[in-house]
């Protein structure tokens, strides 16, 4: 079993059956056809087909066959899953996912998965008497841009705490004080996701009874320990995601407290949608994807592109009345379709255990018990050495007089040593084609001065050009320059007063770096520019041309960058921070 594995986001569609005795239209235009496609045929507009890897038609067993089973199966190889319900309120997203938790025929995705877990759990344990299998819970709900802790005791007429995104070592990301609750049956896992689930907030609409007014997340984490130290434990994480449901004001008639709610649903399903949009478009890896803008794109940034493996269940209505949206679920998840994670098994190799331990103490005790018996015919060495130790202090008493000496020699070897360290710290760092700076001073190889820029002018619409002094290490100026020109390449963008007329539109601009001046002469035998992006990813820099024999070098090194789809946010931010870094490197040989 290979312990990586890129797979596409798997995505299947379920068709909600019209609701008898609704107030509105229910001719039906939306409709599964045979090999996962689905046509949306409305005299009004062209008829489209859309194809999925599943169109469900069937009850909720169909369902949790085609997905849940891959997943728990997935699962136990140790590769973290993901399943996220994405649909119009009140399109049976909640019902797919969690159904009747009491009735088996009714029971969702979850309540099945938990059942399915748990006996595959005590069958690979009955098999297996060295494996120990725990599993554990988290449920947490983002509502109005907050995340709180859906199974934290609950006080009425308090508002529950909010929590905070943080990112760990590794750069995963995890909620810091979200409760976490050891699990040993499935019964107990169901209780607390139903206790979970009833603490959700929600509302009645116009279109849904017990609308959700929050996106919930369920997350069983998942280790499989070997008492034999030759097999590797394995642990991964579960995520179910119940999103809120996408809504039009106009048909679900909602107003205060309720419209707000709806505008933060949306907004951050429109963040879903834009980071989703990205994933499937970029080319490689020179998109620049952003899952900050939201909380919820943030806490799902691991399903999409990342480590694990992802599975999209779509919820439509087939109505008339609600094709607007349900053509929307379907570009969403088509959408969907095109991203590729790159999942791979966690595995931890494990140490030495007590047991292995224990056997080793034996063995030693052994030896020594052998041992003990030559201990005789070695007194008589000892009385040997000790005369030879007579010997030996009347040298050492000689060997006093040349303390002085000796330690003079220490202290020069040790400062061999650590300017040895120095130089093979210096070598190691020019093959790579960066520097170790370990004095923030110019060194006998080379010369080091750096310097950073924002995009307030390119925000605004400016071509400008700039000599920014060079800085050394320790943030002194030296007397070198470096020539940079930045400048937009929109042709109808007019110099602006206000960057924050760029909300909401894209932004294509250019660098050039020109070249520098006044390097040191004893460092410009070789001198070039590296060109680094803060605030990426990818962590991407570009290096110019190399200049020889030259105090004024010129690089011409021409680069062009796009900024897509701006928010006040990333305006402000770019506005005042550097965006990127020059540094220049000047060498005597």
């Known amino acids: 079993m290979s312990d990586d594995a890129k797979s596409r986001v798997q995505v299947s569609l379920r068709i909600r059956p019209a609701k008898k005795g609704a107030r509105h239209s229910t001719k039906v235009v939306v409709r599964g056809a045979e090999g996962g496609d689905v046509v949306v045929d409305d005299e009004q507009r062209t008829k489209r087909v859309y194809h999925f890897d599943h169109v469900f038609s069937g009850g909720q067993a169909e369902v949790f066959e085609a997905i849940g089973r891959p997943m728990l199966r997935e699962a136990y190889k140790g590769f973290n899953v993901c399943l996220f319900a994405y649909g119009q309120t009140g399109s049976g997203k909640t019902y797919s996912l969690l159904g009747d938790m009491g009735c088996e025929e009714r029971a969702g995705v979850a309540p099945r998965f938990v059942r399915c877990l748990f006996d595959e759990a005590q069958r690979m344990v009955d098999e297996d008497a060295d494996l120990t299998i725990k599993v554990s819970l988290s449920m947490i709900e983002v509502y109005m841009e907050k995340v709180r802790d859906l199974l934290a005791p609950r006080q009425r007429g308090q508002e529950p705490e909010s929590l905070e995104i943080h990112e760990d070592p590794s750069r995963r990301v995890y909620v810091r004080g979200a409760s976490v609750h050891q699990v040993l049956s499935a019964e107990r896992m169901i209780e607390l996701l139903q206790k979970?689930?009833?603490?959700?907030?929600?509302?009645?609409?116009?279109?849904?009874?017990?609308?959700?007014?929050?996106?919930?997340?369920?997350?069983?984490?998942?280790?499989?320990?070997?008492?034999?130290?030759?097999?590797?434990?394995?642990?991964?994480?579960?995520?179910?995601?119940?999103?809120?449901?996408?809504?039009?004001?106009?048909?679900?008639?909602?107003?205060?407290?309720?419209?707000?709610?709806?505008?933060?649903?949306?907004?951050?399903?429109?963040?879903?949608?834009?980071?989703?949009?990205?994933?499937?478009?970029?080319?490689?890896?020179?998109?620049?994807?952003?899952?900050?803008?939201?909380?919820?794109?943030?806490?799902?940034?691991?399903?999409?592109?990342?480590?694990?493996?992802?599975?999209?269940?779509?919820?439509?209505?087939?109505?008339?009345?609600?094709?607007?949206?349900?053509?929307?679920?379907?570009?969403?998840?088509?959408?969907?379709?095109?991203?590729?994670?790159?999942?791979?098994?966690?595995?931890?190799?494990?140490?030495?255990?007590?047991?292995?331990?224990?056997?080793?103490?034996?063995?030693?005790?052994?030896?020594?018990?052998?041992?003990?018996?030559?201990?005789?015919?070695?007194?008589?060495?000892?009385?040997?050495?000790?005369?030879?130790?007579?010997?030996?202090?009347?040298?050492?008493?000689?060997?006093?007089?040349?303390?002085?000496?000796?330690?003079?020699?220490?202290?020069?070897?040790?400062?061999?040593?650590?300017?040895?360290?120095?130089?093979?710290?210096r070598v190691e760092a020019a093959e790579k084609r960066m520097i170790w700076s370990l004095d923030n001073e110019a060194s006998f190889l080379f010369y080091k001065g750096r310097c950073a820029i924002s995009l307030r002018g390119v925000l605004r619409g400016e071509k400008r050009a700039y000599r920014l002094a060079l800085l050394a290490e320790n943030g002194q100026a030296t007397s070198s320059t470096l020539h940079v020109q930045v400048f937009s390449l929109n042709k109808d963008l007019t110099v602006l007063e206000d960057p924050m007329e760029m909300v909401g539109r894209s932004i294509k601009f250019c660098l050039r770096i020109v070249g520098a001046e006044g390097l040191p002469p004893q460092f410009c035998r070789h001198s070039f520019c590296k060109l680094s992006l803060l605030f990426d990813q990818d962590n991407r820099y570009f290096t110019t041309s190399t200049a020889e024999d030259t105090t004024n070098p010129r690089w011409d090194l021409v680069k062009r960058f796009e900024l897509p789809h701006l928010t006040p946010e990333v305006i402000a931010h770019f506005n005042t921070h550097h965006l990127f870094t020059f540094e220049v490197f000047g060498f005597s040989t």
Not at 265 to 274: T, V, Y
Not at 279 to 288: L, V, Y
Not at 293 to 303: I, V
Request: overall charge positive; proline content about 0%.
């Open 196 to 425: 979970g689930n009833a603490n959700r907030q929600t509302a009645e609409t116009r279109m849904n009874e017990t609308s959700s007014r929050s996106h919930a997340i369920m997350q069983i984490s998942l280790s499989q320990e070997f008492a034999c130290v030759k097999k590797k434990d394995l642990e991964c994480v579960v995520s179910l995601v119940d999103l809120a449901g996408s809504e039009r004001q106009t048909k679900t008639e909602s107003s205060g407290q309720q419209f707000e709610e709806a505008k933060k649903i949306n907004h951050s399903l429109l963040m879903l949608g834009r980071a989703l949009n990205s994933f499937s478009d970029r080319k490689g890896s020179d998109a620049f994807i952003s899952l900050r803008e939201s909380k919820l794109t943030r806490l799902l940034s691991e399903s999409f592109g990342g480590n694990s493996k992802t599975w999209m269940l779509a919820t439509v209505s087939p109505t008339a009345f609600n094709l607007t949206e349900s053509i929307s679920t379907l570009d969403y998840a088509t959408n969907a379709m095109a991203i590729t994670n790159k999942a791979k098994v966690n595995s931890v190799f494990k140490s030495l255990e007590l047991k292995e331990l224990k056997a080793v103490v034996s063995s030693l005790e052994k030896q020594l018990e052998s041992l003990a018996a030559a201990r005789d015919a070695k007194e008589l060495d000892v009385a040997i050495l000790q005369e030879e130790r007579e010997a030996l202090r009347l040298a050492v008493h000689t060997a006093r007089s040349q303390d002085t000496a000796a330690q003079r020699l220490q202290s020069t070897v040790q400062h061999i040593q650590l300017g040895n360290i120095a130089l093979r710290r």
